[in-house]
C-alpha cells in the first residue's frame, strides 16, 4: 500500500499513552513523524506558531492539565488557518453525550483507547489510513466512533 | 053686554093707531122722495163729469195707439236680436255636447276612483281594526310591563339586600386576603428555603457528575493500561515467558477485563439517576434497530434471529430506554442455549390497566405493555425477583461473564417510567420479561 508521509501532532499528558502510541508507530512501519505535546496550552501554542509546520493529524486527548481537550477542539474548529486539520478525539472513557458533544463542535473520529495492544496499534493503523487517503470530511454519526474492524 | 061695548072701543083704538101709522109713514115716503131727488141731481152732474173724463181718455188712447206702433218696430228689431241668440244658443248646445262628453268621461274615471276609494276604505277599514287589535294587544302589553315593573321593583329590593350582604362578603374577603398576605408571606420564606435547597442539589449533584466522570475516566485510565502493558508482554516476551508466567498473565488480563467491564456497568447504573430525565414521544422501533445495529457482532455469532412484531410509540426517556433493550437484547444474546440459533421476539402494545390485572397498576390508565421472550437456558422460577437485584448472577463468571448489574439497570429504567417489569422463566425453555408503564 502506497502511503504518504504523515506529520502526526499527539496531544497527551500521559507518558504511557505517549509510549503506546510511539510504540504502536514504531512496530506499524508506516512512514510517519510524530510530534508530542503534553497539555492544551502547548497544543495550541504549537498549532499557532507560524515556525511550525502544521501536522496533517491531530490526535487529542481529552483529559490533560490547564486546557482540556475540549477547549482545544473549539478553538481549532474557529480558526481560520486551523479548521481544516483532521482532530481525532483519542479517550479513555465512552461517554455518550460527550461524544456528540464531540461531534457536533467538528471532531473528526472518536476512538476509545482499546485496552489490549494489539487492538490499539490496529485502531492507529485504521484512522492514519483514512486520513492519508485523503478523506477528511466528516462522517455520518453513525461512523464517529472508530471502532476496531477485524480482519 | 058690557063685553062688546069694550070690543068695540079697542077696535076703535087699533084703527086709530093704524091711521097714526100710515101718516108716519106717508110722511117717510115724502122724506124719501124728497132724498132720491136730490140724489138724481147728483147723479146728472156727475154724468157730464163722466163725459168731459172720456173726451181726455179718447185723446189719451190715440197717443197710446202711436206708442203701440213704436213698440211693433221696436220687436221687430229685437226679434232680429232673439234669432242670432238662437245660433249661438245652438252653438253653445254643440260644445255643450262635447263638454258633456268630457264630462261622462270625467264622470267614468271619478267612478273608477270611487271603486278604487272604496276598495282604499275597505283596507282602511281592516287598517283600523288591526289597530284596534293592536291596540287591545298593547294594552295587555301595557299591564304586563305594569307587572314586570312591579317585579323589578320586588328584584331591585332584593338585590339592595344581596348587595347588602356582598359588602359583607366582600370585608370578609379583606379580612381573608390579609390573612392570605401573611400565608403568601410565610410561603415565599418558605419557597426561598426550597430555592436554597435547590441550589445545594444542582451543586451536589454536579459534584456527584464530576465524580462520575472522574471515576469513569481516572479508574479506567490506570486499569486499561495495566490490560496494554500485559498485551503488550504477551506478544513481545512471549518467548521469554514460562507457560506458568503466561498462564498467570492471562489471568491478571482476565481479572483487569472483569474490572473494566464493573466500572462500566456501575458507571451506567449511577448514571441512570444522575442524569436528566427528559420524557419525549419515541417509536420503539428505532431504539430497537440502533441496539441491534450496535450488537451485530454477537447476532451474527450466536445466529441470532430478532423477530420485531406491533411496535407502538411511548414517552419514555430515549437514551435509558436504549440502554433497557441494550441490555435485555444482549442478556438474551448472551444466556442462549448452545447449538440452538437464539429467538428473541420483541413486542410492545398500549393496554388498558384494568385488562391486565395486576394490583400495582391501576385500572383507568393506559399502559405501554413490552414483551421481550427468548428461547435460551431460562432461569428456575424462584429467581424471578433475585435477578434483579445488583450484583446477584445465577451462573459463575468463568460460564457466562457479567457484573450482575445489567438487569437491576433494566429495572431501575423501568421504575424511573413509573412501570414494573416482572421476569417469568422456565430452566432450558427461556425466558420472558414483561415491562409495564404509563404510556404518558
Redesign the interface.
Known sequence: MSFKHLNILLADD?T??CI?FK?ALHELILPTSLTAVHDGEQLMQFLTDETNELPHILFLD??MPRKNGFECLSEIKLSEKLKQLPVIVF???F??EVVNMLYQNGAQYFIR??????Q?KKIIQQSLTLVAQGDISQPTK?NFVLTVQNG | MDIRKESDEEDLISANKQLVLQKKENEKLIAELSIANKELAFQKEEKGKRAAELGIANIELAFQDDEKGKRAAELGIANKELVFQDEEKEKRAAELGIANIELLFQNEEKEKRAAELGIANIELVFQNEEKEKRAVELGIANKELVFQNEEKEKRAAELIIANKELVFQNEEKEKRAAELIIANKELAFQNEEKEKRAAELIIANKELLAFTYVSSHDLQEPLRKIQTFVTIILENENKNLSENGKYNFQRMQLAAGRMQQLIDDLLSFSRINTTELKFEKTDLNIIIEEVKTELKDTIQEKHAIIEVAEQCSANIIAFQFRQLMYNLISNALKFSQPNIPSHIVIKSRIVKGSKLNNSKLSPDKNYCHITVADNGIGFESHFSERIFEVFQKLHSKEVYSGTGIGLAIVKKIVENHNGIIIATGELNKGATFDIYFPSN
Open positions: 500521559d504511557d499513552d503506546f510504540q481529552l483529559n479517550s479513555t472513557s461517554e455518550q483507547k482499546p485496552s489490549e495492544f494489539s490499539f453513525e
